[in-house]
């Protein structure tokens, strides 16, 4: 019974292990069955008739005209130029061919490939990958752009000078979640000025915004929210700016030492206190942002250096690039190296700013003595190649920084968010910090001539990075959503196109360039296609008959030029007359076909095939055999036709497309000219 029921276990077993055997060889398997199917063409081809359709076919090209030709390759451009435009729009909008994603998705697993949603590897990550992804999550995280401009004194001023949007749906969108987390809180319902300026922050108008401002602060003067929204929005110079928002510090001082005091009484307490902690910060940053539009750069300096005191755990925020930049406009390059060596920690997260504030730093000390002829000679200076490997970090971390430095690309106004690594930040720091580049003689240049060494260190395809993690593929899609629909978006690392659309252009050129030369020069691509055309017999044809049959055999055929004086009709009532004779005599015939000649007359070509074809169903009717004398006359046998028509044939052949040059070239030159190149 053990025995018997292991045997019964070992034959469903056997179903699975064939299956996998199947899978894993079905490549072979397939060409096992196409190597049979060719096996068994050639060994029926006698029965099938293959030959005969063969030269039928043949027959058929060999009487079309040109016309049909233009036809078939203006039609084929046609569709190739249709399937190329179709997979042009598929690329730019998805990034892959439509043709390679069938192919993957749908043909790959029938030929043998592996289905990559089949094994459970594909379901359950491993713990590097999801590291991995984490990784890039908060690599495409947006964040709040620290230099922001001024929507009223700054963006709004833009908008009327040029007519154009500075600023998208899903930026500002994403500027009235931030107002809404950090000026309001659950206690604003207790109190009626803050009340009208929590629904102040959800309205989608400007307009509606500062008329809901305008109602807090006639509910109650002491409302920093309501200066705060007037300041950003209604202000349309940057002094304007400067005045509320001094009032608006008034207020939010007041109202955080107060709330300073109870914030420990309850949840609610400690909430408030929190938002006008934000309000605070966020009325001091602004003013330093003015002073340093206005010129006030010191004061600018001193009121970020406060704050960066007085809320140390606020560094998320990004203050020190405020402080980079107004340090950078100071020249105080001693004071931007101690930032940096405070913020350009492996903790924290990296940014544009830091990543060039440092390699301007390094560049700056070697970039006026710099020259790529006398590096190239002596080779790089210790100095110098620290210069170079902070410019590739740089350019590691964001690529897109250098055209825009470098002029190569069209600044435009930045937004109010950015997404670090992505075109966004490129943008932001380079509207601020391309004056601080021009300052230092020789840093463009240096910048210039080493930025692009940085894509040969780094690894392609870009799976692994060399100082930084990989470079997130989501920021093209997320600089689209943050940058205005006029600018041309970045794109790193650069699409490379298809296969498929490379071979689909040069089909739908290809075909394009033969249905106009066949237009042009009907005559020459007739031979050319006639040359390709003509059957060439490369094995024996078979026998009419068999050679060891002694019975009576008949061979008889139409004449070349029979056709030509007798019509068709009479020509088929002399066969089946001819026919019974034949049967009578228990005779076995063979009648071979009129030899299709090369003709100049297009009727007489096509009575000779007319010919044929029906000679060819009459003898099968009738049970005779039936012999292609084009096949044999061209077969080097018996009944071959003259070496020396073939050698005539041939040069024929081979020279009426260079005769037919030489004719359009003698009509084009003058007549002298051509006299003279023929006599030499």
Request: contains cysteine.
């Amino acid at each position: 019974m053990a025995e018997s029921a292991g045997v019964g276990a070992s034959r469903p077993a056997l179903l699975p292990r064939m299956k996998g055997w199947l899978c894993r060889h079905r490549v072979y398997v397939w060409l096992l069955l196409l190597v049979g199917a060719l096996l068994l063409l050639y060994h029926f081809r006698a029965a099938l008739r293959l030959y005969e359709a063969a030269v039928t076919v043949t027959g058929f090209i060999n009487t079309l005209t040109p016309k049909f030709y233009v036809a078939l390759t203006g039609t084929s451009s046609l569709i190739s130029g249709l399937i190329l435009i179709f997979e042009w729009c598929y690329f730019r909008k998805y990034g892959t061919s439509f043709i390679e994603q069938v192919s993957v998705n749908h043909l790959r697993p029938l030929m043998g490939g592996i289905d990559p949603g089949a094994s459970a590897e594909g379901f359950f990550p491993t713990s590097g990958d999801n590291e991995a992804s984490r990784q890039t999550l908060s690599e495409c995280k947006v964040w709040r752009n620290p230099l922001n401009l001024f929507r009223g004194a700054e963006y709004n001023r833009y908008t009327w000078v040029t007519g154009k949007e500075p600023l998208t749906y899903y930026d500002m969108n994403l500027s009235a979640q931030d107002h809404q987390t950090f000026f309001t809180c659950d206690t604003d319902s207790l109190r009626p000025s803050d009340a009208v300026m929590q629904k102040a922050w959800r309205e989608r108008s400007p307009q509606s915004r500062v008329k809901a401002a305008y109602q807090a602060l006639e509910v109650s003067n002491d409302c920093a929210t309501a200066y705060i929204l007037l300041a950003e929005e209604e202000a349309t110079t940057i002094s304007d700016a400067e005045r509320l928002f001094q009032q608006a510090l008034k207020v939010a001082e007041s109202a955080y030492k107060k709330s300073q005091q109870t914030q420990h009484l309850s949840s609610q307490h400690e909430a408030h206190y929190k938002r006008d902690m934000n309000v605070l910060v966020y009325t001091k940053r602004r003013l330093a942002m003015c002073a340093r539009k206005l010129g006030r750069i010191r004061e600018a300096v001193k009121i970020m250096r406060d704050l960066m005191k007085e809320f140390p755990l606020l560094s998320m925020v990004n203050i020190h690039e405020n402080l980079l930049e107004s340090l950078l406009e100071l020249q105080a390059y001693a004071d931007v190296q101690a930032v940096l060596a405070k913020y350009d920690d492996i903790s924290l997260p990296k940014s544009a700013t830091i990543c060039y504030t440092a390699a301007l730093l390094k560049a700056r000390a070697v970039s006026d003595r710099f020259s790529p002829e006398t590096a190239s000679r002596r080779g790089l200076s210790t100095a110098e190649m620290n210069a170079v490997e902070a410019i590739h970090r740089a350019v590691e971390f964001n690529p897109h920084v250098p055209k825009y430095l470098l002029e190569m690309k069209s600044l435009i106004m930045p937004p109010e968010h950015i997404l670090k690594r992505g075109d966004s930040e490129a943008v932001a720091y380079a509207f601020f910090h391309l004056q601080h580049w021009k300052r230092v003689e020789g840093a463009l240049n240096l910048l210039h001539c080493t930025w692009e060494g940085t894509f040969r260190i780094l690894p392609y395809p870009l799976e692994k990075g060399h100082l930084f993690y990989p470079y997130p593929g989501c920021t093209e899609n997320a600089d689209r959503e943050l940058l205005p629909a006029f600018h041309e978006v970045s794109v790193y690392p650069k699409k490379e196109l298809p296969f498929f659309i490379h071979f689909t252009a040069g089909l739908c050129s290809f075909t394009a360039m033969l249905a106009l030369l066949t237009h042009q020069f009907p005559e020459l691509m007739g031979v050319f296609v006639k040359a390709v055309h003509k059957p060439k017999m490369s094995v024996r044809p078979s026998r009419p008959f068999s050679s060891t049959d002694n019975s009576p055999f008949l061979y008889t055929h139409v004449g070349i030029n029979d056709h030509t004086k007798t019509d068709l009709a009479t020509i088929c009532k002399d066969f089946d007359d001819l026919g019974r004779k034949v049967k009578e005599l228990g005779a076995r015939a063979v009648f071979p076909s009129i030899l299709p000649v090369d003709a100049n007359e297009r009727g007489r070509w096509n009575r000779i095939l007319e010919m044929n074809n029906w000679l060819y169903r009459w003898c099968h009717e009738r049970g005779f055999g039936f012999l292609d004398h084009d096949v044999n006359y061209q077969y080097d046998g018996l009944l071959t036709r003259h070496s020396c028509t073939l050698q005539r044939q041939f040069f024929v052949t081979l020279l009426t497309p260079f005769t037919f040059l030489l004719e359009k070239i003698e009509s084009i030159m003058p007549s002298s000219l051509w006299h003279q190149l023929t006599r030499m």
